[in-house]
């Protein structure tokens, strides 16, 4: 492969038919008979709050009550006095399924307020502090889409937030600074790497609440991706997605700047909403009741009508509508929005606009499939979520919502012709492209092999990871290919990543390269 200065694919082939076009002064790299693949989009992540994450106290795989406490204990001694402290990834089924309280920090905690979001990030747990300082009281009623966890026998606060109720204590939180949030990126940008990923879709910085309280992803995009991507400073390619309810705002950006920075490693024109919660907090929204908690049935965190009325203008505007959608109602709903709203998607052409539902975890069966087929729109899926979620599936809603047709149905989904394109949404979960490859081929992420006719082949899988997930972006015509004219964006492994159908090794990411530039493993 011949690399232009700009960092452009001039030349594939043969070797001898490439060296015969370089020149003398041209720096040649042997790979040493590696395996060479379009670099890894991860096409679900939230960039900045992952770099926070990466230097917050760790609350994943905890296996006790006593580790979970002697991890905030440690994290809390590390900073000052009455500073926020945040902490991210824990799961109560670590442990044995009891959710923890307020009443575990209190020994630990008396002078910080804290806030420790669950690893989906639809449930965190505040401690008293925390909680004062927020004003949420036993008289505060719960917020819109949103509940304050109470205990069952009292009435009595017990720490927990659900959904938009988060915000009540997140809005407190300083925001960081600019300085802050560089920092951040570059932690995530160097740990996206070493883990072959050379663009990430960005769903911002998460708020913890509706737009209108907080906007961090616009925030993030104006006040660093923009003077970094002017600046020639980006680590990697992000293609930022912008909360839906400001589509106004992101229609005249578009007039006025187009859809992508010049430098190519900045990309925008997407907007984001979220439709539902997450299985794990019982808020995915689904047509029947949970069956472990038959008077719940989840959370919808927008209207359908709203959602209807946001569609139509946004698409109008050539922007691509992305919407969290877990629970089967959800898809059920916004698929059927999607299908109906008058402005079609580009059905994965990779022109302008590409809709796209995020996660499709749920499904009521096939129909849903053919109205999201029919729709033209992507479905954003993330395997690794399997870690958490199969555990928890027949006790949440029996065998047959759990089964085929129905629950991580990537199958279906191609077969009824929708484009899928894969990613972690890290960081509630680890953004690793070939782990999700595993684990959407495999299907065995919890020692078992789970619904195996609902698995995809490894090369279904790396499509998904590559040329699909950069038609997501809308940037299918220069990125997840490797081919004359677009960026030589590529991850080198150890082994061939193909050969894992026919039971070969799994490969490691040995070097990356963006713009034909070695980022890692250099």
């Avoid at 059927?336 to 994965?348: E, H, L, P, T």
């Amino acid at each position: 492969m011949l690399v232009s200065e700009e960092g452009r694919v001039m030349a594939l082939g043969e070797t001898e038919e490439v060296l015969a076009q370089i020149e003398e002064d041209v720096e040649v790299v042997s790979l040493d008979g590696k395996y060479a693949y379009p670099g890894f989009h991860d096409s679900h992540v939230h960039l900045i709050t992952g770099g926070f994450a990466l230097h917050s106290i760790d609350l994943s795989h905890v296996g006790s009550r006593e580790e979970f406490v002697e991890r905030v204990k440690e994290g809390v001694a590390r900073v000052g006095k009455g500073e926020w402290v945040m902490g991210f990834g824990w799961d109560e089924h670590d442990w044995g399924g009891e959710w923890p309280s307020a009443g575990w920090l209190e020994d630990v905690t008396p002078d910080h307020p804290i806030l420790l979001l669950r690893h989906d990030m639809h449930a965190g747990l505040a401690n008293y502090q925390a909680l004062r300082e927020a004003q949420v009281t036993e008289e505060s009623k719960d917020p819109p889409s949103g509940r304050l966890g109470r205990e069952p026998d009292t009435g009595v606060l017990n720490g927990l937030l659900y959904e938009y109720a988060l915000a009540l204590v997140a809005s407190h939180i300083p925001t960081p600074s600019v300085e802050a949030r560089e920092l951040a990126l570059d932690r995530a940008a160097r740990y996206l790497l070493a883990h072959g990923v050379t663009c990430v879709h960005d769903m911002g910085r998460i708020a913890l609440g509706p737009w209108e309280q907080s906007n961090p992803a616009w925030n993030d995009f104006r006040e660093l991706y923009l003077p970094l991507a002017d600046s020639g400073r980006l680590p990697l390619r992000i293609h930022a997605y912008l909360p839906l309810g400001t589509w106004k705002d992101l229609a005249d950006f578009v007039q006025a700047k187009g859809f992508q920075h010049p430098g190519g490693f900045l990309s925008w024109g997407g907007l984001k909403e979220f439709y539902d919660g997450s299985l794990g907090s019982r808020t995915a929204l689904m047509q029947e009741a949970y069956d472990d908690r038959p008077e719940e049935s989840g959370e919808q965190l927008i209207a359908r009508d709203r959602l209807e009325v946001l569609f139509a203008a946004s698409s109008s505007q050539g922007l691509s509508v992305a919407v969290h959608a877990i629970g089967d109602r959800a898809n059920l709903e916004v698929s059927s929005v999607f299908a109906g709203g008058g402005s079609s998607s580009s059905a994965g052409t990779g022109s302008r606009p590409q809709h796209r539902v995020e996660h499709v975890q749920h499904l009521g069966g096939e129909g849903v499939a053919r109205t999201l087929a029919r729709s033209g729109a992507i479905a954003s899926i993330q395997p690794l979520h399997m870690e958490s979620d199969v555990p928890l599936l027949e006790a949440r809603l029996g065998s047959r919502r759990s089964g085929a047709a129905h629950s991580f149905a990537y199958r279906t989904l191609l077969r009824h012709g929708v484009r899928l394109a894969l990613g972690s949404d890290w960081p509630v979960v680890r953004s690793d492209p070939i782990s999700a490859i595993v684990a959407s081929v495999f299907r065995n992420t919890t020692g078992t092999t789970w619904v195996p006719e609902e698995s995809l082949s490894v090369s279904e899988a790396l499509l998904a990871s590559t040329r699909d997930a950069a038609v997501a972006a809308t940037r299918g015509h220069d990125l997840g290919v490797l081919q004359v004219g677009r960026w030589a964006d590529l991850v080198v492994l150890s082994s061939d990543l193909l050969a894992m159908a026919s039971g070969g090794a799994r490969p490691l990411v040995l070097h990356t390269y963006v713009s034909g530039r070695c980022v890692h493993g250099c």
